[in-house]
């Protein structure tokens, strides 16, 4: 069974970067996209970066360069990093990590992912 912990959600200041990180065990191979997504208070659930299985990675629009999504790969597990710097209030937000095997995962629509973690709490303060 595919599971996906994340880890690394904290309160920070604007300005400020944090990296996190969601490990995914039960690997099969198969998934054809991992990606970060990311609900805010009173917000929809929104998609953040998305890394292919062939290299390509995806950001959202908001994104503007100040994120990076990689990966990193033993035997039996993945872990997918998000890489995120001059954060602002905006991106206070509890991450999600997703994977899905299904061909439209490259648009960052939540509705097309099927496995999800709990999710890890992010603060950004002015």
């Known amino acids: 069974q595919v599971k996906l912990v994340e880890t690394g959600g904290a309160s920070v200041q604007a300005g400020g970067s944090l990296k996190l990180a969601c490990v995914v065990s039960g690997y099969n191979f198969n998934w054809r996209y991992l990606a970060w997504f990311r609900q805010g208070p009173g917000k929809e659930r929104e998609g953040v970066a998305v890394s292919w299985n062939n290299g390509a990675k995806t950001y959202g629009t908001f994104v503007k360069g100040r994120f990076n999504i990689s990966q990193e790969i033993t035997n039996a597990e993945i872990t997918l990093n998000l890489q995120m710097n001059d954060l602002t209030t905006e991106d206070t937000a509890i991450y999600y990590c997703?994977?899905?095997?299904?061909?439209?995962?490259?648009?960052?629509?939540?509705?097309?992912?099927?496995?999800w973690g709990q999710g890890t709490k992010v603060t950004v303060s002015s």
């Open positions: 997703a994977a899905t095997q299904r061909r439209e995962g490259w648009d960052l629509a939540p509705r097309n992912y099927t496995t």
